[in-house]
């Protein structure tokens, strides 16, 4: 059994006893999409993302809802990991066989020219997880630190790290009074 709380106009799925893996996707898939979406910055990027945390963990459902406690942060702190990795993996220039025939134009984000969604995107991953789950999924401290398997001082530091290079980046340097 599951409980939603609606949040900010939305549902938001609290920890609870899934009867089984399809229950937990079709529950959770929504805010897990949206977190995917602001870690990575793409909306296609956080559903192959989502699939593929979603595809390990569906292979192991009953060792993860027996063992983790709150699946739910389980597949968060695993998103944040694939996504860091896939970062570390894909930060260094990629090399092809030839070059494109045509170059290609790809489909513009709503959000790219927005100065708090563009200072958001150039966050290094871990502080771009903090201040996702902190300020969009609305999670205390204590859940972040568990669902990032992080010390809550870890959760602090990057919170305030993340906030000074936002603040920095949007007034371009200049003092705010």
């Known amino acids: 059994m ?4 609606p949040v ?4 938001t799925v609290m ?21 995917g979406h602001a870690l990575t910055g793409n909306p296609h990027d956080a559903a192959d993302l989502v699939q593929t945390v979603l595809e390990k963990i569906g292979s192991r459902w009953t060792h993860v809802q027996r063992k983790t406690g709150d699946p739910l942060a389980y597949t968060r702190r695993s998103m944040a990991n694939a996504h860091i990795s896939r970062w570390r993996r894909t930060r260094r220039e990629n090399l092809v066989a030839d070059v494109p025939d045509a170059a290609t134009t790809p489909a513009t984000d709503p959000f790219e020219h927005e100065p708090l969604w563009q200072a958001l995107r150039e966050l290094p991953p871990r502080q771009r997880a903090v201040i996702v789950l902190r300020y969009y ?17 870890t959760v602090k530091s990057q919170a305030s790290k993340a906030i000074a290079n936002l603040r920095s980046k949007i007034t371009g340097g200049r003092e705010v009074g």
């Open 15 to 35: 920890a609870g006893e899934f009867t089984d893996f399809e229950e937990f996707v079709h529950a959770s898939l929504p805010g897990l999409l949206r977190y």
């Open 137 to 153: 999924d609305e999670l205390s401290e204590a859940e972040i630190a568990q669902t990032l398997g992080i010390s809550q001082g």
């Open 8 to 11: 900010a106009g939305r549902e």
């Open 2 to 5: 599951t409980t939603t709380v």
